[in-house]
């Protein structure tokens, strides 16, 4: 007699209908569902934390406006420094730091109010201790910057180390004196008709910052922003309202993403109409103009991208950024100076170029293209995109020729001066019966 077999298995009988089999099988794709959105889950809780770890350190790093803030006003408080801005912001809390711009932890940017005024608020640090969150930091070593002048400096003495500072910038220059006068003026910070000696200490530690120097030299004329008040080497200037020139950046993440001919046309979507570029652009062919021997000589511009300027609500020209301008003086000296095997060796800042002399091994000091040029590829396409076309075959063929124009040409000032002249005659012929002039 054959024994009968037994399953004992109570989750698969042998006489289990077909839809139990299918109820087992949603059940197991269910249960797999379930631990695969778990894990998405975890994974997305994990890296979003992460994200959050890494914009936090870096704004702790990067943002550090309190401690500029603190510093400048236990200086002020122990008569060390003073300024236009310190009571205010010291005293009064009436200057305010809002959303921070800084991209290096010890130049701190903020956009900020004080009164009636909005504005762009900078702030100098010294090295800055890296340390982990949750970690208290180690003491601020502050480097000694408000020591000069020192105590029973006349204003005479400080007015002749102002003159000799700004000639060991711009060169032996003849209307130097009327410069230092301008800067004398913005020291007196209170208005009573002198400058004392917290006040000199604040404009010299001023002086040291480039951009401060160059933006006094070019503010006269309306090309930079306005410096509205300062507390030591902490500055604001007027905001700038629409910026940059082309009135759009794509955010850095997605600018290798982004196609150069799609970035172009993105670019003019966002730009005012033709008649106030042209404004815009005369402001730019002014401040090349101004700069070409000056006031206070000669400088470079050694960045004319688009992202270097911006322009008011009235559609006139703003440089925000001075550090793209360099004395020429001082640009010839550095070039003398440089060793170089090749061209690539002779250059400055982002587009100052010279070429490199392949005999003595050192870079030559004439630049290979002058400002006009440079902002004249800066406003091709601005230019030319909306033109009216009764206009357009003349200003592309007077911006081509502008583009083609070289540093060690002969007679430079002449056609630099024709180039300038009848460019800025072509658009002022454009808008001058408009509203926008």
């Not at 400096?153 to 004196?177: A, C, W, Y």
Request: glycine residues 8%; charged residues 25%; hydrophobic residues 35%.
């Amino acid at each position: 007699m054959i024994p009968m077999a037994f399953c004992l298995c109570r989750h698969s009988p042998l006489n289990a209908p077909e839809g139990w089999y299918r109820k087992q099988n949603s059940m197991a794709r269910i249960s797999f569902v379930r631990v695969k959105y778990l894990f998405l889950t975890w994974l997305t809780v994990l890296v979003g934390s992460w994200v959050l770890y890494v914009q936090y350190s870096a704004y702790t790093e990067l943002c550090r406006g309190h401690q500029c803030k603190n510093a400048i006003c236990d200086k002020y408080k122990r008569g060390i420094i003073d300024g236009s801005a310190c009571s205010s912001l010291c005293d009064k809390d009436t200057f305010y730091m809002s959303r921070c711009l800084s991209t290096l932890p010890n130049n701190q940017v903020y956009t900020g109010s004080w009164g009636d005024h909005e504005g762009i608020i900078r702030c100098h640090l010294g090295k800055v201790a890296h340390y982990e969150i949750g970690e208290e930091p180690q003491p601020h070593r502050e480097v000694p910057i408000f020591d000069t002048p020192t105590k029973g400096t006349s204003v005479e003495k400080f007015r002749e180390m102002v003159f000799n500072h700004i000639k060991s910038k711009l060169g032996d220059q003849p209307n130097l004196s009327a410069l230092v006068n301008v800067i004398l003026s913005v020291a007196d910070g209170n208005k009573d008709g002198k400058v004392s000696l917290p006040e000199a200490r604040s404009m010299w530690a001023l002086l040291q910052i480039d951009e401060v120097l160059l933006g006094l030299l070019l503010q006269e004329r309306g090309h930079t922003p306005r410096l509205l008040g300062y507390c030591g080497d902490l500055y604001m200037t007027e905001r700038v309202p629409h910026k940059p020139l082309y009135g759009f950046s794509v955010p850095w993440p997605l600018v290798s993403w982004v196609p150069g001919g799609l970035q172009r046309t993105m670019d003019q979507w966002f730009t005012p109409s033709w008649p106030r570029k042209a404004k815009i652009s005369m402001g730019l062919l002014e401040l090349v103009e101004d700069v070409f021997h000056g006031t206070y000589g000669s400088f470079l511009i050694c960045d004319l991208a688009a992202v270097r300027f911006g322009y008011t609500d009235g559609h006139e020209l703003r440089l925000t950024d001075a550090r793209a301008v360099v004395p020429e003086s001082q640009f010839r000296r550095g070039m003398r100076a440089r060793r170089c095997e090749t061209d690539a060796d002779c250059v400055y800042g982002a587009d100052c170029r010279t070429s490199c002399d392949g005999v003595v091994k050192r870079c030559r000091e004439e630049p290979v293209r002058p400002n006009l040029a440079k902002a004249c590829s800066t406003l091709k396409d601005y230019l030319l995109h909306g033109a009216p076309s009764t206009l357009r075959e003349e200003l592309e063929r007077q911006l081509y020729a502008c583009m083609a124009l070289k540093g060690d040409a002969g007679q430079l000032n002449m056609e630099h001066s024709l180039l300038l002249n009848n460019l800025k005659a072509l658009l002022w012929r454009q808008i001058s019966h408009t509203k926008d002039s």
